[in-house]
Nanobody, 114 residues
Framework: QVQLVESGGGLVQPGGSLRLSCVAS????????MGWYRQAPGKQRELVAG???????NYVDSVNGRFTISRDNAKKSVYLQMNSLKVEDTAVYYC????????WGQGTQVTVSS
């Protein structure tokens, strides 16, 4: 069983930045595939960024160049640095882990509005 706790969401103006954090439980965090998903009202949940245990990274095209995913295995944490935020980035962001099963955090709201 893996538990995920996110933090760092909030309200920001267009062009601003936020950093999301996710702390995971478990003794083998370095083997987990981690990711950030988001779900906007009326839309399906989509993968924003993923990072494998070996550090391989992928992004959805709409955030490439603006968002950066990283992980700190010693802190059992994964981060999402979001820069140049746009109104269309508004969504609930979920931390995700895969370790033989899918695990999800509770979600954190990110609102980009002037």
């Amino acid at each position: 069983q893996v538990q995920l706790v996110e933090s760092g969401g909030g309200l920001v103006q267009p062009g601003g930045s936020l950093r999301l954090s996710c702390v995971a439980s478990g003794r083998t965090f370095n083997t987990y595939h981690m990711g950030w998903y988001r779900q906007a009202p009326g839309k399906q949940r989509e993968l924003v960024a993923g990072i494998s245990g070996s550090g391989r990274i992928n992004y959805v095209d709409s955030v490439n160049g603006r968002f950066t995913i990283s992980r700190d295995n010693a802190k059992k944490s994964v981060y999402l640095q979001m820069n140049s935020l746009k109104v269309e980035d508004t969504a609930v962001y979920y931390c995700y882990a895969y370790w033989f099963n899918d695990y999800w955090g509770q979600g954190t709201q990110v609102t980009v509005s002037s």
